[in-house]
């Protein structure tokens, strides 16, 4: 994975809002079942997907092969506190890549 | 060129395409992968809502599931589940479940809520591998399970070749 992830989390928010959070991170997501001059390519995805808000998590992802290359998700989570959001793309292999965002809530 | 060989294995059964001598590698690909046997069947997605579920009834309502009436291209399908609910730290929707019946593999993905989630609204992307239905199962906080279930034809398949 060379470029990084994207991620859009609003800035600020008023205390209790629910926030929309966009997530896209770059990602070929081999499903195993292509094949290369009659040779199957070996299945390379990211398998799970998890959101932590100061340190507890506030969403997650368990993901098969049938998620599309560049595994994009889109959800929602209430804010009560200012804090740093965390999330982290894990694949096969166990490598995983971090993304995270600050959010100040008043 | 996919959708003719996949038309063609149909009415030759499996084991010909396979013994046929001299067919490319093209007929063989399309005979493992464009068979229905090499699909997850319904029953297939059934046993693994059964494990998803724990064998918990499951309701009709409460879920919305939006996803296209046809797909021109099977690798990349928008999808968004709803579900109703207060998601307050009492009821709130524990699981979303996405399920395919005519994939290769029923799983598609598996999303963990919490109840500071605010509201069960996801939306991704899929692959589909032929015209199926979708199925999109949420587990609530006391276990009681809701489902729906929505028809896509897919015009070309993304799940190999």
Redesign the interface.
């Known amino acids: 994975m060379a470029k990084k992830p994207r991620v859009k989390v609003p800035s600020s928010a008023k205390k209790g809002e629910v926030i929309q959070i966009k997530t896209l991170a770059p990602h070929k997501m081999e499903t195993g079942r292509r094949k290369k001059k009659g040779k199957l390519i070996p299945r390379m995805i990211i398998n799970k997907f998890v959101a932590k808000f100061n340190g507890k998590e506030v969403f997650s992802a368990d993901i098969h092969p049938a998620v599309s290359a560049n595994p994009y998700f889109s959800f929602y989570t209430k804010v009560s506190e200012s804090g740093t959001f965390e999330f982290s793309w894990t694949d096969d292999k166990g490598k995983t890549v971090k993304a995270s965002r600050k959010i100040t809530v008043n | 060129m996919a959708t003719s060989i996949k038309h063609k294995s149909k009415t030759i059964a499996r084991r010909d395409v396979l013994k046929a001598a001299g067919l490319g ?1 093209v007929a063989v ?1 399309a005979g493992s ?1 464009f068979t229905s046997e090499a699909f997850a069947s319904p029953g297939k997605a059934k046993a693994l809502l059964k494990k998803l579920t724990g064998g918990a009834e499951v309701k009709s309502g409460r879920v919305h599931l939006k996803l296209p009436e046809i797909a021109e291209n099977g ?3 928008p999808i968004n589940v709803k579900v109703d609910s207060p ?1 307050t730290s009492k009821d709130y929707v524990k699981a979303i479940h996405v399920v ?1 019946e005519g ?3 029923p ?8 109840s ?13 591998g032929k015209t199926q239905n979708v199925l999109a199962v949420a587990v609530m906080s006391n276990g009681s399970v809701y489902m729906a279930k929505k028809k896509i034809k897919v015009t070309i398949g ?4």
């Open positions: 590698a690909a992968i690798r990349t399908v998601m395919s994939n290769p593999n799983d598609v993905v598996s999303f963990n809520l919490t500071s989630s605010g509201k069960a609204d996801i939306s991704t992307r899929i692959r589909l993304g799940c190999g070749g």
